[in-house]
Every structure is written in C-alpha cells, then in structure tokens.
C-alpha cells in the first residue's frame, strides 16, 4: 500500500489561495469531460441573491491512478461577485463539484473524497484563514496503555453530549468512572442529520454535525491528559450512495467502477455500497485515511467495522493487509521520530501499544489469531448472557466459559512482531437493546410505537451479577454510554428505527434510584479491575460443575496469578443461595464489594467453605497480601 500525497489532494490553502485536486480515473478531458469546483463563503450559502462562484479544473494523467483534476483559487482579499457577499473574508467555505460529461450532461452535487472538513447535506468546505491546532505540552509525552489494562467505553457523539463540545466536559466524569479507553462511533461525513454514520460519504474529516476538525483534536487532547485512549469506529468496507467515487461514476453510466464494488461479503448492497479492495486506489485511499487519523488527530486506534465485506483471508488484499501495513507504518514513524507517535513505542523488544481492532463477528477467533489485530469484538460472551438473563439457566456454563475467552489467543508473532491479542467483553452495545429489556419491557408511549419501548428500571438490581461478571473477566470489558446507570430504551433488530431515532443520555438516570446503586457498584469494580493485576491480566478459571452452583443459578470463578487469587461469586436468582468452595490457598480473604464481616478470615488451604451468595449479586473475595 501507498500513502497518498494529502498535500495535493482536497482544498488546500496556502496564504489565501486554495488548491484542489482530486483523482477521477477514467474521467478524462481528452474525452471531452469538463469537472469545475463551485465555491460560496458558509455566510452566503441560503442567500438567494448570492450564487456559488464556479471556476474550471484542469486535466492531467498523473500517477499511480491516471485521471488527475487541479485548480488554483486566489480567494483571500479579492472582490465579491454579488454586493454583500462574505467572499474574500476569513472563515468557512463549502464547495462541490461538477462534471460535465458528453453523454451524461451535467453532473452537480459531487463532493470532494479528499475533503477535511464538510457542511451541511453534499457539501465539502473548507476554512480560509485556518489555524492548525496546537496540541497541549503533555501531550508529547502521551502513552496509549497497554492492551491488557485498557477498559473500554463506547460512545455516539450525538447522543452522548449532542457536539464534540458537550462531549470535552464529560472527559473528567468518564476518568472518574474508571474507564481508559473510549470508542467513538464513526465521526465520518454521512449524508443524514441523525445518522449512526455506517453509511460514510467522507473520510478525513469530522462531521459537521458534531464540530470542527479542531474540536475533535482537542478531545482528543483533553482525553490523554485524563489518561483516556481514543479509539475511532471506520467503515472501509462499504460507503454511502453519495460518496462520490460511487455517485460520480453511476451518474455517468460507467459499466465498471475504479473504487467500488462487490469485494467480499456485500451486507450493504440494499443502502450502501461495497469497496473494492482489489483496486489499488481503494487500498490506498484507506490506509492513508488511517495515517491522516493517527498523524493528524492522534487517536491512539481503530475499531474496523463489518470486516466481513472486506475479508479475503489471512493473506488477502483486503483488512488483513490494511491492518499489517497500519501497524508497519507506525513502526517506521517510529524509528524516524516522528512526533506524537512515540506513544505506541513501549520500548525494545516491547509490541506496539497501537489498537487494531476487528468487528468480524463470523470469525472473531480467527480474525485475531491470523491477523496483526490485536482485539477484536464477539458476541458470544453478549448471547450466553442474555439467554441467561431470559431464563435459560442452562447457558450459565457457557456464559462462565465465554467470560474465560476460551479459544482465544493471547500472543501471536509474526514477521519478528510481537502481537498480544485479547477480545471484547460487552453486555450491552450499540448494535442491540439495553441489557434490561431482557427482565422485562413496558410501552410509555400512548400511541403503542413499539420504537418507544422500555426496559424496566424497577428491576435495576437484576443487572448486578452480569456487570460483576463483565468487568471481572479476561479480556477487554466494554461499556455502552449509559450502561452505567441503567439506560433502558430498546432497539429494532433491523430498519430505520435504529439508526434514524435520536435516543440522547437520559442524564437524569444518574440521579434516581435505579441508577445510583449501579452507578457505585460499577465504579467499585472499575476500581477492583484498576487495582488487580492479576484481574486484568491473570489466569481465568470457571467452576463448571452443574451440582454444586449452576443449577442454583450460580457462577463462580476464579482470576489468579502466583499468589495472587481473587474468587467471583454472582448469583442470576430470585434467592440467596449457600454454596460450598475449597480456596486452593490458604489465607484471609477481603470481600471487596462490602468488606466488613463478609471477609474470610483463617481460611485453610482445600477445606470447605460455605459461601453465602445473595440473590441477583455477587461477591468478590481477594486473598489478602502479607
């Protein structure tokens, strides 16, 4: 893969003049095709008596990918077309092109792949007079965690704070809670004003819904100061219908696609369409889109979404060589000193901390052991718990094995690259309803739109054992925004429901009586995961013995390293239930929940004890250090 020259691609300005440039292979002005820029200041753009001015690109053949279109625009301190106009000021400017096509006629309303930044609806825009951001002083000092201790907390802008703004004075409340790791749903330019944005038209900038590209670098600022990674969600293996390498070149009638196309799966041939990573523009499109993201906005990851549409195995053109080339691009910038990426570098001999994470639900096993991810997302552990938490008691064993990630990876090397490797553990994420739904569902809307249906909070204390056993497994817990006190809205399988619905924080849930007791019990065990090596990253062992607690709707196991062993007990029933356990060492036990008499005191080594496990809770026991 190559990196392609962002310099010279979008609109660059440089002292008030702005440079366009854009590949459009097969779009040639020997063919008669005409392509020109239309440009309007963001003040002027609804004015009726102020039109775009439009000014004509020019055609050359330039290397790797052919058709090459280029213009220069003076746009700084010269005269308005129309009285009144902003144009010539500083500030914002949306643009967008046109081709004018021998047989098509004229094509309007193309946006610019390249663009940095976007307005409203099809436009792309940039700023005149625009000031690069200057990142805080510790920020060069700045190291993503290691994968093991990162506990991860995935959020939607819009719904989570409403704009990048709201979202910057929520940092200090999430490193509070406990977590270290945030994944962001995608930031990418879409179409809609409420849109989950799986549907991209636009990859190197931040949507306009949500703020500027400074914005966004400044939570990301913000977010390391507060010892919080950023992770971003993109969507390589399927575009939008106005993404303009799809728009463009359907507008014109071409038989053949230089970028899109059916690659592998094609899950979103109903209302998207499908890359084609067997073009060498679209691997490189991507990967530069992944440099522009780790040099520019200094995310410390990706969460690579529907890996499916662009899986073609282990040695594939497609995601596993885009994830092998990230992680060969980082080593480089590396070695060269590059600033900022040294916060990957955990020293010789070390693996880079850079998160590679893959969403490949049909194979997560493999994805990451054939790979150069190191995480990967699976909804084992997620169905396990919710068959349990609807009543089939029989899945408790395969919820404690799935808590274990048995089948998973831990290291793989490859290339002399050393890669750890672990997989996600959720509950709840944005792809399905609350956790809750599951105990039970009531409709608040009076017209019965079953869009509004929700879980009910009265049952708050239901969600206790799964989220002890959550944050105390192996692997990489994740929380879904909200989870933390109780959200409780539901969700459609499949439709416009789901992502056409606004569903904001419902904030005050924080505050009432469901959510106060989850929100101290999941800071407890934020704390418990901190303060325990051997939690994050010890040996799991699951006590599957049907007899003994399975069919009392208890799970108990086991986190331990050398001397260090902590036993989780949670109960999923309606009643408390005494259980027997023989601690393999002997010693005093802390219960770390609640402490006080519920600590164990002169355990002997292999004797049994009587566990007293109350309903719909759990205990957690940590043998006491000398």
Known sequence: MNLMPLGSLGAIETNGTVAFGLWLPWVSGTDGNVVTVKIIHEADQFLQEIPAREFQLAHSDRPPYGD??????????????????????????????????????????IIDPFAR?????KQSAFTLGYQPYEWSSGEA????????????????????????DHVRRLVAYLADLGINAIEIMPLSNVGGSVD?????????????????????????????????AVIIDVVYGHTGVDFPYYDAYTRLRY??????????????????????????????????????????????????????NYWDGPMGVGYANLVYQTHQLTKAKIAAGSPYWSRFDKGPGQPLALIQMAEQLEGPEDVLRTTYSNSTWQNSTFDAARAVARGDRGRLSDLGLKLGLFGYSDQETANGDIIPKTALQYIENHDHERFLCNFGTYN?????????????????????????????????????????????????DFGMGRVALLRPMR??????????????????????????????????????????YQ?????????????????????????????PFWFPVAGDYAEELHGGSLSLTNISALQPVALRVPSHYGRIWTLKRL
């Open 255 to 308: 038989h053949e696609n230089p970028f899109m196309g059916p690659f592998a799966k094609d899950y979103f041939s109903n209302f998207g369409k499908s890359t084609d990573f067997n073009r060498a523009i679209t691997r490189d499109y991507f990967y530069s889109a992944n440099h522009h993201w780790l040099d520019v906005y200094h995310v410390d990851g990706f969460r690579y979404d529907c890996v499916p």
């Open 507 to 548: 904030w005050d849930f924080f505050y009432d009586e469901s959510g106060r007791p989850i929100v101290s019990l999941v800071r407890k065990l934020m704390r418990i995961r901190r303060e325990r090596d051997h939690i994050r990253r010890g040996t799991y062992f699951f006590f599957n013995d049907w007899d003994r």
């Open 117 to 121: 930044e976007f307005g409203g609806g």
């Open 141 to 164: 000092q700045w190291k993503t965690p290691a994968l093991a201790d990162l506990i991860l907390y995935e959020v939607n802008i819009a719904e989570f704070g409403s704009d990048l």
């Open 444 to 492: 608040p809307d009076e017209a019965g739109n079953p869009l509004f249906i929700e879980g009910d909070r009265a049952r708050w204390y239901m969600l206790q054992p799964y989220l002890i056993c959550l944050l105390m497994s192996k692997g990489m817990p994740m929380l879904w925004q909200g989870e933390e006190f109780a959200e409780n809205y539901f969700l459609p």
């Open 551 to 579: 069919q009392f709707g208890i799970l108990l196991f086991a986190r331990y390293d050398g001397t260090q062993y902590t036993l989780v007990a949670v109960n999923t029933g309606d009643t408390d239930q005494t259980v």
């Open 196 to 228: 989950w944005g799986y549907l991209p038209i636009g990859y190197f900038g931040v949507d306009e819904r949500f703020g500027k590209r400074s914005d966004f670098q400044q939570l990301v600022d913000i977010c390391h100061q507060h010892g919080i």
């Open 68 to 109: 090459f279109w280029s213009t220069t625009v003076p746009i700084a301190g010269t005269a308005p077309a129309a009285p009144g106009s902003a144009w010539g000021t500083p500030g914002r400017y949306v643009y967008r092109y046109t081709i004018t096509n021998p047989n098509s006629g004229k094509l309007d309303w």
